[in-house]
Nanobody, 128 residues
Framework: QVQLVESGGGLVQAGDSLSLSCAVS????????MAWFHRAPGKERKFIAAISWGSGNTYYADSVKGRFTISRDNAKNTVFLQMNSLKPEDTAVYYC?????????????????????WGQGTQVNVSS
């Protein structure tokens, strides 16, 4: 079982940057694929980015390519989401997720249904 705890959300203005963290504990990480999703009010969880813990390979939703960066720190057992050039439409609750599904599986179908472990979420509000 994997435990995930997100942090780093807050209120920012359009164009600002924000970094989210996800502390991971509970099992061996090398086989995990980690991901970030967000959920805007009244909408389903939407894929943002994923990273293979073992290889470091990444995959992004088109809406965030060039603005967001997912990374991991092996020594700290933490996954990060650096968000730049934030827009009001980025306003949502951001969730960290983990599963032992291969990153290639996520690329084929980047859906929240693939992931079995979730954090509690952190709110990000971007004002215009």
């Amino acid at each position: 079982q994997v435990q995930l705890v997100e942090s780093g959300g807050g209120l920012v203005q359009a164009g600002d940057s924000l970094s989210l963290s996800c502390a991971v504990s509970g099992r061996t990480f090398s086989t995990l694929t980690m991901a970030w999703f967000h959920r805007a009010p009244g909408k389903e969880r939407k894929f943002i980015a994923a990273i293979s813990w073992g290889s470091g390979n990444t995959y992004y939703a088109d809406s965030v390519k060039g603005r967001f960066t997912i990374s991991r720190d092996n020594a700290k057992n933490t996954v990060f989401l650096q968000m730049n050039s934030l827009k009001p439409e980025d306003t949502a609750v951001y969730y960290c997720a983990a599963d032992n599904a291969d990153l290639r599986t996520v690329v084929r179908a980047p859906t929240w249904r693939l992931f079995r472990s979730w954090g509690q979420g952190t709110q990000v509000n971007v004002s215009s």
